[in-house]
């Protein structure tokens, strides 16, 4: 590059600058000059032939300040910073490109946008010193564990109520299935497993962490103890039941899949809920209904070793059955029991000392003994304690002087003649 008398020259060219002037000179050969620059002999005679015509500023690059050939046309990229500002502020570079190409039809490589999302200030870059961690091997198999947790998180970015995404993925493919709920429980839970099964079929095992709501924290009891087995919660009673092995993460990095998924979800779900226009919990579940297949497309790999591990639900088998919450409630002398605090008249008659209560995950309440549904209905209002008034007697109590009084004092410490003496007087 000249500027007047200026000659802007890079560190590589003054060095060659100064091997092709020993070639002018006739000091060096071009076979030797084309070794020292470790480039080919045709390429220093046109290097030669080019600084003999034009002289310094022949070994300066012809392209040099000149605007690229390929070069984004700067109409495009101020739309594209336009609709940025406008559409996708918070967007990160690479789902900003995606949406342009999606609903702008605008193609354009995640890092220009990058680029230019930089320029405007838009993106900011951040680097953060990451702990050092091992690295777990994928399992092989398709169905053979899948990941479990729930994320809490304001996805309707204040426009309706707080929700919580119940996540589930696979730990061979990154296939995900996911559902919104109310709050994390033992019920969202349930539901969201028996929606996972009816779809995917039952894997081995689940991971999760030690939520109270997938691992109980009470005590052992004496059976327990004597059975040589540990309290469940509702969550692991029922996996139990259904030949699915639970295993609980001692931390979040042990789980690192299902927590990256949650990440990346805040990030891009959140949007895509906002583009959605989603305002309840039955909208978001629909607007989630119709991502999910298009981030399993893009995101989901193949496994190690083919061949899917999920169980088919067998015949005749009723989920409701088992992913409810069951206890066990004494049934009194007059068919009637106890279930949060609240109390329940047995209609049908029955020989059973204890019934099962079960609450299903559709909020049906049912009352079981031997398999068979007792009909049963609320006692909305129990009876009062009638509770006698004993009227109260005031009773007067004798008074006694305390042991300080003056005449038991004088009574106590005079002595006799002095008795009689002031009886006298």
């Not at 310094?56 to 300040?65: C, K, P």
């Not at 959140?270 to 995101?299: H, I, M, S, W």
Request: aromatic content about 8%; some cysteine; charged content about 35%.
């Amino acid at each position: 590059m000249v500027l007047g008398d200026i000659i802007t020259m890079r560190r590589k060219e003054l060095r060659r600058l100064h091997v092709i002037q020993k070639v002018l000179d006739n000091e060096i050969k071009q076979k030797e000059a084309a070794e020292i620059l470790r480039l080919s002999r045709r390429q220093v005679k046109r290097i030669v032939k080019r600084v003999r015509e034009d002289g310094d500023t022949g070994i300066i690059h012809q392209l040099r300040g000149r605007r690229s050939s390929n070069a984004i046309d700067d109409k495009k990229k101020m739309k594209v910073q336009g609709i940025c500002k406008r559409k996708y502020e918070d967007f990160g570079p690479t789902l900003a490109s995606e949406k342009l190409f999606e609903n702008e039809k605008i193609q354009v490589s995640k890092e220009t946008v990058r680029q230019w999302m930089i320029e405007e200030g838009l993106w900011i870059v951040k680097r953060k010193c990451r702990k050092h961690r091992r690295w777990r091997e994928r399992k092989p198999y398709y169905g053979q564990m899948v990941q479990m947790d729930g994320s809490h998180h304001d996805w309707l970015e204040e426009r309706g109520p707080k929700l919580v995404l119940m996540g589930y993925i696979d730990d061979a493919k990154n296939k995900v299935h996911a559902r919104f709920y109310a709050y994390e429980g033992t019920i969202p839970a349930l539901d969201s497993f028996k929606k996972y099964v009816k779809k995917n079929g039952f894997p081995q095992s689940v991971y999760l962490d030690k939520h109270s709501t997938y691992k109980s924290q009470a005590k052992p009891t004496i059976e327990d103890e004597l059975k040589n087995t540990g309290p469940e919660s509702q969550f692991e009673r029922a996996l139990r039941e259904l030949g699915v092995e639970v295993l609980h993460a001692n931390s979040p990095q042990a789980k690192g899949r299902i927590e990256r998924l949650f990440k990346t979800f805040q990030d891009r779900l959140v949007k895509e809920l906002r583009l959605c226009g989603a305002k309840t919990l039955e909208e978001a579940n629909q607007c989630l209904d119709e991502y999910l297949p298009k981030y399993n497309k893009k995101f989901m790999v193949e496994a190690r070793e083919k061949g899917n591990l999920h169980r088919d639900v067998p015949e005749g088998l009723n989920l409701d059955d088992i992913l409810c919450i069951k206890k066990e409630h004494p049934l009194r002398n007059d068919f009637t029991i106890v279930h949060d605090k609240k109390l329940y008249q047995v209609l049908d008659k029955t020989a059973a000392c204890k019934v099962e209560v079960q609450e299903r995950v559709n909020g049906q309440m049912l009352i079981i003994y031997k398999g068979q549904r007792l009909k049963y209905k609320e006692i909305d209002a129990r009876p009062k304690k009638v509770i006698e008034q004993v009227k109260k007697v005031n009773i007067r109590k004798r008074y006694v002087p305390p042991a300080n009084a003056p005449w038991r004092r004088f009574k106590i410490n005079a002595k006799p003649s002095k008795r009689k003496e002031l009886i006298f007087i």
